[in-house]
């Protein structure tokens, strides 16, 4: 799920925030999270959008901080356990074939 | 059950023996529980069914608890209000026309209803906490690490800890001693143990906080609420009549939590639930077209509004030129907040707070603006950025309607704030 079908340049490339948000930057965004969008949800996501990315950029008054995150080594040695059968882990799928997923085709 | 509290009602009889034996406990819906469907409030899982349990759910079987049903949620825990649930809004049985709170607002509801004695809830930005608050009853947010997530749907795994809802102090206390602890399954787990402290939160449950200094953030009582700071002030001076000494303290990060929450939960929600591809789980529509064409009808389907808005707002946040504006400056924002708390705790044992700067909201209010919704997570948020444990209690109401009073301690402080909050019940 690495492939991006728009290209950077068709839309949205604004980090400075100042050109606002629209429709087509909505699109974009829906776009990459693959969530196709529904009756007005573009204009009432855009203008709501602008809103909330607005809010969001009282982070810029955020002072550059020191991090130092305390780091544990969590890594064990690899042991083989039980876990769940094949059966279990496919229970879910909508379709399925020789014990594996069925989904649709990729392009 | 006239509230909408329970999405899935059932009875799951754990041993016939242990600590929760002969009490009913309530489990939030984004819990997994083997055999009985798991919906996380979305109509994306309207049919899936874990096989597997979840460590807590595991660990209240152990306990001898009887499992009641799953509870209502906002869809995967993005609400404040209980209202952006695929099977409907939940009512305030504390409050008759406001929401319960969210996004834990079912497991609040039925605690409050008396439809079960105790409830599991999760808390990302205070989805224990609110609900609690508004519900009338108590709610903890344990420190990051103390319970498994193990089997909990994530939406923001950075933030969020499974917390227990009930009636009293000293009952939330005994249901967490149940759920804490490490689990191999979940490797951000700590032994309390490592910590200092130990797991006898029940019995710290004993009012006793003669010489407890406890310090209030200025930055999150001034914008409150009128009749919730007059329920905070009266519940401070009567921990002040109990021996407790109270001091000012500033938190200058803490204004810009909710910005930085928001932007590191959409951005690890928009992550998360890329896994509804309607595959190996999640609705599928049997759509034609290909795997992206498919993917995002499924998805266009499956998830609300709410959840719409988060994923493509954290999909933006995290899209190339922009990570460094919202999401490091979220994190940046993140450490400061650490520092802020590190710093107040070396001069106070614990934070106060109201819980919610407002009064339970009416039932729509907020629904056609998210970011009103969002600002009244201003309380809440910075706790979670911060890792650490916080109580809501009840304390009074304004207006007939519930306020909510927050503790806040140090890292693996459970105890002190358990304490605390034993004081004003």
Known sequence: ?107 | MEHNGYITETEIQGRPDGPLAGRTVAVKDNLSTEGVRTTCGSAMLEAYVPPYDATVVERLKQAGATITGKTNMDEFGMGTTTETSAFGAVENPAAPGRVPGGSSGGSAAVVAAGDADLALGTDTGGSVRCPAAFCGVVGIKPTYGLVSRYGLVAYANSLEQVGPIAPTVTEAAELLEVIAGPDSHDATTHDATDHGTDYEFAAAADGDVDGLTVGVPTELLDGAHEGVREQFRAAIESLESQGVTTQAVSLPSVEHAVEAYYVIAMGEASSNLARYDGVRYGVSGGYDGDWNDSFARSREAGFGEEVKRRVLLGTYALSAGYQDKYYRKAQDARAWVQQDFDAAFESVDVLASPTMPVPPFERGESLDDPLQMYLADANTTPVNLANLPAISVPVGETDGLPVGLQFVGPAFGEKTIIRAGSALS
Not at chain 1, 7 to 32: I, W
Not at chain 1, 50 to 73: A, K
Request: zero cysteines.
């Open chain 1, 1 to 107: 799920m690495t492939e991006v079908r728009d290209t950077p340049d068709e839309r949205g490339d604004d980090p400075d925030g100042d050109e606002g948000v629209d429709t087509g930057t909505v699109a974009h965004v829906a776009g990459l999270a693959r969530v196709d969008l529904a009756g007005d949800e573009p204009e009432r996501f855009a203008a709501q959008f602008e809103e909330i990315l607005g809010y969001f950029e009282t982070l810029d008054e955020v002072p550059e901080i020191e991090r130092d995150p305390e780091l544990t080594n969590v890594m064990r040695p690899d042991e083989v356990t039980e876990s769940l059968d094949r059966e279990a882990a496919l229970r879910n799928a909508s379709e399925t074939e020789d014990g594996q997923f069925k989904g649709p085709r990729v392009s």
